[in-house]
């Protein structure tokens, strides 16, 4: 069980916003950045957000983050089929003393 | 162009040890931290453990603790994983990722990955 909870999938059609959230604590999101990364399959992840809402030079601004208390949301807007992959958030833990990642949520194009 | 190497995955039994590499280029590697992150396909991914600039930040998962222990050369731009007693839940792609800052930053860049596969 993942100390970071995502929904395990999100869809929707070319050009619509697709808004996948992850839940923390004050451990965790509560009082530390939140980092979001992409995942396709047989690939190394993407990191796609830093520090809660930063855009690491050469990620497309369709993709944007936020932090609200200890709940994150990564945006897509415009979503296109390469967006397909699996979506992470990362946080730092202060009592596990370490990075935790959430369960991660399948976004499909339809 | 940051580049991250990982090498020594390979098909062991439990118990057995194996030692991972990472080598690195495209930055200076002295100023920044390294960490291993691993993916087991259905299970996600989990952070492994993390060694800062001039071998400061070192930490480790629990799952880890006790069985693996990181380490840096800086002068031949690489990162290390020593790991012991393995087990079958280690099982494992064991990616080598640069952060963006000295400690805990961003898992910023990662490499391609080295299969760890543990199994009687």
């Known amino acids: 069980q993942s100390v970071l909870t995502q929904p395990p999938s999100a869809s929707g059609t070319p050009g619509q916003r697709v808004i996948i959230s992850c839940s923390g604590s004050?451990?965790?999101?509560?009082?530390?950045?939140v980092y979001w990364y992409q995942h396709l399959p047989g690939t190394a992840p993407k990191l796609l957000i830093k520090r809660d809402n930063q855009r690491p030079s050469g990620v497309p601004d369709r993709f944007s983050g936020s932090k609200s208390g200890t709940s994150a949301s990564l945006a897509i807007s415009g979503l296109r089929s390469e967006d397909e992959a699996g979506y992470y958030c990362?946080?730092?833990?202060?009592?596990?003393?370490?990075?935790?990642f959430g369960s991660g949520t399948e976004v499909t194009v339809v | 162009e940051v580049q991250l190497v990982e090498s020594g995955g390979d098909s062991v039994q439990p118990g057995r040890s194996l030692r991972l590499a990472c080598a690195a280029s495209?930055?200076?590697?002295?100023?920044?931290?390294l960490h291993w992150v691993r993916h087991v396909p259905g299970k996600g991914l989990e952070w492994v453990s993390s060694?800062?600039?001039?071998?400061?930040?070192?930490g480790y998962a629990d799952s880890v603790k006790g069985r693996f222990t990181i380490s840096r050369d800086d002068a031949k731009n690489s990162v290390y994983l020593e790991m012991k007693s393995l087990r079958v839940e280690d099982t494992a792609l064991y990616y080598c990722?640069?952060?963006?800052?000295?400690?805990?930053?961003?898992?910023?860049?990662w490499g391609q990955g080295t299969q760890v596969t543990v199994s009687s």
């Open positions: 990722v640069k952060d963006d800052s000295s400690g805990y930053g961003a898992l910023h860049y």
């Open positions: 004050s451990s965790t999101i509560g009082n530390n950045y």
């Open positions: 060694i800062g600039w001039n071998n400061t930040y070192i």
């Open positions: 990362v946080s730092w833990d202060d009592s596990l003393r370490g990075y935790v």
């Open positions: 495209g930055f200076t590697f002295q100023y920044y931290a």
